[in-house]
């Protein structure tokens, strides 16, 4: 019986301390959701490939996040709903598109990708709870990202969203 309490308490602390977040993560706060999760992390992956992702963008008179107001003067109360849209478009969208013949690049790209993934799960989560609402300047300003994204063929479109990563990590660090 003793051993049994011993376990219990031993799988109840790791499983605390699994959810708690680490040094490195920061909390955001999405309209009512709140997110934890390493910006910081993110950026350096991003930071160690935007060169060589840049690089392959051949289309430089376009932007896919930062065309006039997509990104500007989203309201507090639509910022949970257009960051879950975000990761959503760069997790069914970007990632999926951006292989490379670089193995490096490639494991940055996952390792992000992962990230996001986590990220959307917890904002996923919170719109189940009816947190996360979307109003309709931000569907109409997520419609502008998408038809600026489908307007390239699809591997363009997931390198030059890829590139811009930093826009939307700029917006995120808004949140804080």
Same mark, same amino acid.
């Given at each position: 019986m003793r #051993? /049994? /309490?011993?376990?219990?308490c031993l799988f /109840? &602390? /790791?499983?605390?301390v699994n959810l708690m977040p680490t040094a490195?993560?920061?909390t @955001?706060?999405?309209g009512s959701c709140r997110v934890s999760m390493s910006l910081a992390e993110i *950026?350096? #992956?991003f930071t160690a490939i935007k060169a060589n992702i840049q690089s392959r963008d051949p289309v430089r008179t376009l932007s896919i996040l930062s065309h006039p107001h997509s990104l500007h003067k989203v309201k507090s109360s639509d910022r949970c709903c257009m960051t879950h849209q975000l990761f &959503? @478009?760069?997790v069914d969208k970007v990632f999926k598109h951006c292989r490379t013949e670089d193995s490096f690049v490639n494991r940055k790209i996952s390792s992000i990708a992962n990230s996001f993934l986590s990220a959307r799960r917890k904002l996923g989560q919170? *719109?189940?709870?009816n947190n996360c609402v979307c109003g309709e300047e931000s569907t109409e300003k997520f419609k502008q990202i998408l038809a600026n994204y489908e307007g390239l063929n699809v591997t363009s479109a997931a390198m030059k969203s890829l590139g811009e990563l930093d826009i939307l990590l700029d917006w995120m660090e808004k949140s804080r």
């Open positions: #051993g /049994s /309490s011993l376990l219990l /109840s &602390t /790791s499983c605390w490195a993560d920061k @955001f706060h999405f *950026r350096a #992956g &959503t @478009f760069y919170c *719109r189940e709870q």
